[in-house]
Every structure is written in C-alpha cells, then in structure tokens.
C-alpha cells in the first residue's frame, strides 16, 4: 500500500507553465513505473506520462514536447513539468503508481488554463 499525493495544480493563463508534483509514502522504485493522467469533465481518464524505474519515458500524443515526466527515487516524488499549456490541457490530472496497471491513486490536483 502506498499514498500519492498530488500538489502543483492551479490557474495558468493559456501558454504558461506549471510543475506538478506527486509524493509518494513509500519507495517508488518498488514500483514498475510512475505515471500521470488526467481527466477532463465528461470525459475519460487518459495517459499522460510514465516512468519507468529505468527512467524510461512514454508521453500521450497530445503532450509530446511539451510536458516532461521526472523522478527523484531519493524524495520518492515524480514531477510532470508542463510547458505551453494549452486550453484543451485542463482537468484533473492524477498520479498513479505501476505495476502492469495503475495500483494505486492520488487524489488528483486541478489545474485549470485561461484563455
């Protein structure tokens, strides 16, 4: 059992910028990966990044350049560094932990663009 919890969401005028942060309870690397996702109202949760306990990455489409997925296994914390925000970007966005699936959730952060 592990507790995410997720900070970092807010306001941001459309083009602007915001790290979002996950702390996790325990070590993260007894995980296979750490993800992000999000959902948008009325909408299904989709994938927005992982990472693996190799550090590898896989990032939605729609993200691609222009958010970041990082790790810091000693803070037991994965960051999503999200650039040019974009008005399709707002939602929920919620940290997961990996094995085959998500196992476990954080309560999720809103983060919310102006246009």
């Known amino acids: 059992q592990v507790q995410l919890v997720e900070s970092g969401g807010g306001l941001v005028q459309a083009g602007g910028n915001l790290r979002l942060s996950c702390a996790a309870s325990g070590s993260i690397c007894s995980f296979n990966a750490m993800g992000w996702y999000r959902q948008a109202p009325g909408k299904h949760r989709e994938l927005v990044a992982t990472i693996t306990s190799g550090e590898s990455t896989n990032y939605a489409d729609s993200v691609k350049g222009r958010f970041t997925i990082s790790r810091d296994n000693a803070k037991n914390t994965v960051y999503l560094q999200m650039n040019s925000l974009k008005p399709e970007d707002p939602a929920v966005y919620y940290c997961?932990?990996?094995?085959?699936?998500?196992?476990?959730w954080g309560q999720g952060t809103l983060v919310t663009v102006s246009s």
């Open positions: 997961a932990a990996i094995v085959v699936l998500p196992a476990f």
